[in-house]
């Protein structure tokens, strides 16, 4: 079979002979030499003729049918599938949560890596045997791997890593792994990291805006203590670090319930979407003025928020996509900070 002619396999290479395989196949489709529908050898027959274990063969067909390359056929065999895109970096962006700002952050990094490479989202609902079960499906499939990490324990609380999600993460070689957001990290030095600093961000941002924030009597912080998209606890620390210097009355509540009690001069600051509606409506319903009787603060900036003139507190999220891509594309290395900025409207 003229394939037997096009693969190469070094036996004197220290990349691994399954690789070679993989590489081989894909460098042969990108230069034309191999085209869609054009059939290539058995396993068994593959193994013979380069006298290769059965093993290292299934592995690297294995690899190539998960990226959707090849594919097989019952009783005729295999055959090339694809041939666009393979040729190019293929990364994985794995996310915690499927949210407005979350895919902010995607459409800037593929928008920022243009046509340079092909990038597949998947999200793990902060689950750690889902995000488990995608890094083991995916560990040999994909060149380099964009993870935000935010996970949650049996209580639903926030943690950064657990010991599982840490050892398997760890497995990535450091030159093909970016994380995003989260800079608490137990994992060795070295790593590629773009991120929030959440305790000292939320400080920092409601200090920018301290002349206006200080005209309200009493600020109240709409934290979810439990949730199934749990929120880093430096936000609390940095809230109260803020409330504390500048001798201001606060309370912490876990939502902003449908019959909340307001009175004038009260400064909400909101997290869930879900608190700042019924704020928004409770605040309609005693008739106040917002941005004068009562304030509004909310975390994360979106379109909506900004149509409706909601002040907010807020990453950069475009630009943390466009650090990534950066990063990825020009092999940047380090820990990198996002800017977070108080964006003034009229709720305060």
Do not use: W
């Not at 995607?106 to 998947?122: C, K, M, P, R, V």
């Not at 920018?208 to 749990?230: D, N, Q, R, V």
């Amino acid at each position: 079979m003229e394939i037997y002619n096009l693969i190469e396999i070094n036996g004197e290479s220290r990349i691994p002979k399954y690789q070679q395989i993989v590489d081989s196949i894909i460098a042969n489709i990108s230069n034309g030499k191999l085209k869609i529908d054009d059939k290539i050898p058995s396993i068994n027959k593959f193994s013979e003729e380069f006298y290769l274990s059965r093993d290292t063969v299934e592995k690297a067909y294995n690899i190539l049918k998960e990226r959707k390359i090849i594919t097989s056929i019952r009783g005729k065999g295999f055959y090339i599938a694809r041939t666009q895109l393979i040729s190019k970096l293929n990364i994985l962006f794995l996310i915690n949560k499927l949210s407005t700002y979350k895919m902010k952050i995607y459409n800037s990094f593929i928008d920022s890596l243009g046509s340079a490479s092909h990038t597949e989202l998947q999200i793990y609902h902060c689950d750690e045997t889902l995000f488990l079960n995608l890094l083991e499906k995916n560990y040999k499939v994909y060149d380099y791997f964009v993870i935000m990490p935010h996970f949650k324990t049996e209580t639903l609380r926030h943690i950064s890593f657990t010991s599982l999600t840490e050892k398997a993460i760890k497995r990535i070689p450091k030159e093909k792994l970016l994380l995003l957001d989260n800079e608490k990290v137990n994992i060795d030095t070295g790593i590629n990291i773009v991120y929030q600093d959440f305790e000292n961000d939320i400080y920092c941002a409601l200090t920018e805006g301290l002349s206006k924030i200080k005209k309200y009597k009493k600020l109240f912080l709409a934290y979810p203590s439990k949730s199934m998209y749990p929120y880093p606890g430096r936000i609390l620390h940095g809230f109260r670090k803020f409330c504390v210097e500048n001798n201001l009355d606060f309370e912490i509540i876990d939502e902003i319930y449908e019959d909340m009690i307001l009175k004038k001069r009260d400064l909400f600051i909101t997290i869930e979407e879900l608190d700042l509606v019924n704020l928004i409506n409770r605040i309609r319903e005693y008739k106040f003025k917002l941005g004068k009787d009562v304030g509004v603060i909310s975390y994360n900036d979106t379109p909506l928020k900004q149509l409706l003139g909601i002040t907010c507190i807020s990453t950069d999220f475009k630009m943390m996509g466009e650090t990534a891509a950066d990063v990825v594309l020009n092999k940047r290395s380090g820990k990198i900070k996002n800017p977070f900025n108080f964006i003034d409207r009229k709720s305060v």
